[in-house]
């Protein structure tokens, strides 16, 4: 079995920390030097839930996506959730290491599993990363289909392809507009328009769209936005990253196990449906409906897609 500074080391050649962003807090959180690693646990949110999952597991390293500090802290009490989080991995010999912004730029990074969840040809970067030569790295990928389909059959893509969520998928654009180059970026994208629009793709793929940026991206030109939950975005990560992990076990004679948490991390739980715009209850603003609710249930998998025991991807 390795110990934790070598399969540390193995991570961050896949994603090496000085790549991440200025302001992003990535690397080992926690972990005993000593201590030897045999079950690997991969997620995209290092919260109670998920140390909990560890330690059911016997991980003895978390990875996930998210950091648990990004801001820093002067305390690791366990009267806080993050120290409690922090306690419980400490007392159960669990480490912790993030990979994020330097995930996010990595190749193949975050947005190259989102391409694929998605079946997208990545043709390559969004915004590329200066500093590779090859021109593979960066923020984002621009991607082809195979054939075009209308923004409304791509968003039904979207929705079926990626884990299940309450918000699910909203779309804006014209719905019968024609598709065939397409933008993604795991996590929150809207701070990328520009370089959106500079790549001169039909639709872009990303979270947490915000009401004006979204806004004036449609009056500035006929792009559709898809938009998916955050967390929903970045989750094919965890399946490209733990199979990633079991060819360099592979290929060092580790024989370690990687394990894909299926745990509900992202944090809205229901959706109340509006009525559909232009139909009677939509009159007038402030008219009384009886919207639906549909809830995520937490033992759910939250995809639709077939995972063997290892947690690698099929």
């Not at 001169?200 to 806004?215: C, I, K, W």
């Not at 944090?267 to 809830?295: I, K, L, N």
Request: hydrophobic share 40%; with cysteine; proline share 8%.
């Amino acid at each position: 079995m390795p110990a934790l500074p070598e399969v540390i080391a193995a991570l961050d050649a896949l994603w090496p920390p000085e790549r991440a962003e200025d302001w992003d807090a990535v690397g080992t959180v926690c972990g005993d030097p000593d201590a030897e690693v045999r079950r690997v646990l991969f997620a995209v949110d290092p919260v109670q839930e998920i140390a909990d999952e560890a330690v059911k597991l016997g991980a003895d390293l978390l990875v996930t996506h998210h950091p648990l500090y990004l801001r820093g802290t002067t305390t690791v009490a366990a009267a806080t959730f993050k120290g409690r989080v922090v306690h419980t991995l400490i007392k159960n010999d669990i480490a912790l290491h993030v990979a994020h912004t330097n995930a996010d730029r990595a190749d193949p990074g975050v947005s190259d599993a989102l391409a694929g969840a998605l079946d997208l040809r990545v043709t390559g970067p969004l915004v590329p990363d200066p500093a590779d030569p090859a021109g593979r790295r960066g923020l984002g990928r621009i991607c082809e289909l195979d054939e075009p389909m209308t923004l409304a059959s791509f968003a039904e893509r979207v929705a079926a392809r990626l884990p299940a969520t309450a918000q699910g998928v909203r779309m804006a654009g014209d719905p019968e507009g024609r598709v065939v180059r397409v933008a993604v970026c795991g996590g929150s994208g809207d701070s990328l328009f520009d370089e959106v629009r500079a790549a001169g793709v039909d639709a872009y793929v990303t979270a947490d769209l915000r009401h004006h940026p979204a806004s004036e991206a449609q009056q500035q030109s006929p792009l559709g936005l898809v938009d998916a939950a955050h967390w929903a975005t970045e989750w094919p990560w965890i399946e490209q990253a733990a199979a990633q992990l079991d060819e360099i076990s592979d290929r060092h004679g580790w024989n370690l196990r990687t394990h894909i948490s299926r745990t509900v991390t992202d944090p809205w739980t229901a959706h109340a449906a509006s009525p559909r715009p232009g139909s009677r209850d939509t009159a007038r603003p402030g008219a009384a409906s009886s919207p639906s609710v549909d809830s995520v249930d937490e033992t759910d998998p939250r995809t639709t897609r077939p995972h063997d025991s290892s947690g690698a991807p099929n």
